[in-house]
């Protein structure tokens, strides 16, 4: 069964126009490239994260750390200010709900705010079949959030997508086909975890969906009671949570505004004064004062938003554009090299994060008698690629304690940056014997 039909209004033309927009948005970003790069991508096989132009390497999550840090500081400010706009605007459990909703009455053939009462089979049929097909194409584009999308639709064209890639398109778009096309608005009633803290965040000053009692009441027939409200109960019809707003705030409210657009199309019938339910703080409604946008609730979010802001933009200014990483060859710490020397193993991890291909120079800083074996010292990595290298290190072979050497790799090409990493080099019990041990 289906919510009541939206009256049509100023506000539900615009959350028409921003659902449009947001699900474009959705579906439209991961097709968008940058210079043969995706715009949006989590590319967990190759382990870098495309973040709207910013390649992010597994030793730098604290980068995505510092992103949903920001939009959940972003969310609290909002809602401080506005109340759940998040929930009413750009949620996709209410973008995605609307949709399918209004799918549902195009095909079923609605013309008032209620349900036809006999819907033939076959618009019942077709209803669900198209629900399926988006349903789908929703999980497509789960997925290609995860890989390309070019390459999954010919995979799926040609038959070689993976078990992986075909469970989780089919997980995907089953999920949402119970969830936009039956659970809806329940989801925001009794799952969401955000209308349960959302008391924490408002105060007296928020502005929230509500309904002028002093104005409004007592409520009645028109000609019998003295207040502006008929008690027409067509808020509740079109509420998609069925909540009575005219009963004050409650965390069922996700603040769409079909009662706002229901309500005044009655007044102007009535002849009678707009927003009697609209957006305003509890202090107006109260009578006190008005509403406070500068507050330090306010204040204090938008102090946390500025310095998470601060503090990614000075991780990016000072990101290096390449990096290397060192480890040890930890089962087998020496060698004895044909030649009498011992040698040690390492494994360099080498991170180009432009996105032009780059050569690098690797040298290795160490006293005189060392020598670095298994490398050229030029090393050539596509853009935002990685490489391992596995060279050798190679010394006298008299030593007492381990000895410490580095890896410095720069750029061959302008401007010049350079990175040293440290490491130990472990030579072969007979100088000392600790050091083999060790």
Not at 15 to 37: H, K, M
Not at 197 to 219: H, I, K, M, N
Request: charged fraction near 20%; glycine fraction near 8%; charge should be positive.
């Amino acid at each position: 069964m289906l919510d009541a039909r939206p009256v049509r209004g100023p506000f539900r033309r615009l959350r028409t126009q921003v659902d449009a927009l947001l699900i474009a948005l959705l579906l439209a970003l991961p097709w968008v490239e940058i210079a043969g790069e995706p715009l949006l991508r989590l590319d967990v096989p190759h382990r870098r994260f495309h973040v709207f132009g910013l390649v992010i390497f597994p030793q730098e999550l604290f980068f995505l750390w510092l992103v949903v840090i920001g939009l959940a500081l972003a969310l609290f400010f909002f809602t401080a200010l506005a109340g759940r706009l998040w929930c009413g605007w750009a949620c996709p459990q209410t973008v995605f709900s609307d949709l399918f909703a209004g799918i549902a009455r195009r095909i079923q053939g609605w013309r008032g705010t209620r349900a036809p009462k006999n819907v033939a089979r076959w618009r019942i049929a077709a209803t669900h079949a198209v629900w399926t097909a988006l349903a789908l194409v929703i999980g497509f584009h789960l997925v290609a959030y995860f890989c390309s999308p070019r390459e999954l639709a010919g995979q799926l064209v040609h038959g070689s997508a993976s078990s992986v890639q075909l469970g989780f398109l089919a997980f995907g778009a089953l999920v949402s086909y119970v969830d936009f096309a039956i659970v809806r608005q329940t989801f925001c009633k009794f799952l969401c975890p955000y209308a349960r803290f959302q008391g924490v965040l408002f105060d007296s000053d928020t502005l929230v969906v509500g309904y002028d009692t002093a104005r409004g009441e007592p409520r009645g027939k028109r000609g019998r009671a003295a207040g502006d409200c008929v008690d027409c109960g067509l808020c509740v019809a079109v509420c998609p949570t069925q909540i009575d707003i005219r009963d004050g705030l409650q965390i069922e409210c996700i603040a769409c505004t079909q009662c706002i657009d229901a309500c005044n199309t009655v007044m102007a019938k009535l002849e009678r004064a707009p927003q009697l339910i609209g957006y305003r703080s509890l202090v107006s409604l109260e009578g006190r004062r008005s509403a406070r946008l500068l507050r330090p609730r306010v204040l204090i979010y938008a102090a946390l938003l500025a310095v998470v802001g601060a503090a990614f933009a000075t991780a990016l200014a000072t990101r290096l554009p390449f990096e290397l990483t060192v480890a040890h060859n930890a089962s087998n710490l020496y060698e004895t090299l044909a030649d009498g020397r011992t040698g040690n193993a390492y494994t360099l991890h080498i991170e180009n994060r432009g996105r032009a291909k780059q050569a690098f120079r690797l040298a290795l800083e160490a006293p005189v008698g060392f020598e670095l074996l298994g490398s050229t010292g030029v090393v050539d990595i596509d853009g935002s690629s990685s490489r391992e290298l596995r060279v050798f290190v190679a010394a006298p072979a008299a030593g007492s304690r381990p000895q410490a050497i580095a890896f410095s790799l720069e750029t061959s090409a302008p401007p010049e940056q350079r990175l040293r990493r440290p490491a130990m080099f472990v030579f072969r019990p007979g100088g000392g014997g600790e050091s083999g041990a060790r």
